[in-house]
């Protein structure tokens, strides 16, 4: 941040910060947003997750900005913009019964991120993951991430080249997990994970994009009926 501030200052730019120059906070009733001269709210965000409110604030006051040099944009299409934003493998709400959710995190940070925002968003009885992650990846740390919260792990791979062995993260999560198992191929890892899927339970793929890539073009509508709109 001090660099930015610095190289902001050398080139006599403005630097503008959320939290001091644009405000906002976020309620059950949406996002309430303040800024320099915009006041508005409660804003519905289409992307789930705490954090989303913060990056939607600093969207808003880049709106603010451009709109001093001549952007305009109307309040309606601010609050469509941001309902309907879309991020496919970021927090995505594949299916409502059962509750499916796909997530390409892939570094431990970002995993302990989502395992927050999943108990955060979601309401559920048992939480069953589908885990695949690249070999180049700190697994040990991204399997600690979530295997604890997790009822079942199924450790699986996407068919790409870096994807790391399933059987080497189950090794890195023993004595983590409850309960888990090795499924290799991932269009059998899915289907497994669905025979376990009771009415009020979650299942989470996550661990890599290549991972839900993969299983996104694999699910079957049938038995996973898609998020109604």
């Not at 913060?54 to 808003?60: S, T």
């Not at 070999?135 to 790409?160: L, T």
């Not at 059998?188 to 793929?205: E, G, N, P, S, T």
Request: proline share 6%; with cysteine; hydrophobic share 40%.
């Amino acid at each position: 941040l001090e660099y930015l501030r610095d190289v902001s200052g050398k080139k006599k730019a403005p630097f503008f910060r959320v939290g001091r120059d644009f405000r906002y906070r976020t309620t059950q009733h949406g996002l309430y947003y303040r800024g320099r001269r915009w006041s508005l709210g409660p804003l519905k965000l289409g992307l789930l997750g705490r954090f989303q409110g913060r990056n939607a604030a600093l969207a808003l006051g880049a709106l603010e900005i451009l709109e001093k040099v001549g952007f305009k944009i109307s309040p309606q299409a601010v609050e469509q913009g941001l309902k309907h934003t879309r991020w496919p493998g970021r927090l995505q709400l594949f299916s409502e019964d059962p509750l499916l959710v796909l997530d390409g995190a892939h570094n431990p940070a970002a995993m302990k991120a989502l395992v927050e925002c999943i108990r955060e968003e979601f309401q559920y009885h048992r939480l069953i993951v589908v885990l695949g992650v690249m070999e180049d990846k700190d697994i040990r740390a991204m399997v600690k991430s979530i295997a604890p919260f997790a009822h079942h792990m199924i450790y699986s791979r996407p068919a790409y080249s870096r994807a790391a062995e399933p059987e080497r993260l189950f090794r890195e999560g023993l004595g983590l997990h409850a309960s888990a198992e090795v499924i290799v191929s991932l269009a059998d890892a899915l289907k497994q994970a669905r025979a376990m899927a009771q009415k009020r339970d979650l299942v989470l793929i996550c661990g890599s994009l290549f991972t839900v890539g993969e299983a996104l073009s694999l699910l079957d509508p049938k038995s996973y009926p898609p998020e109604r709109p």
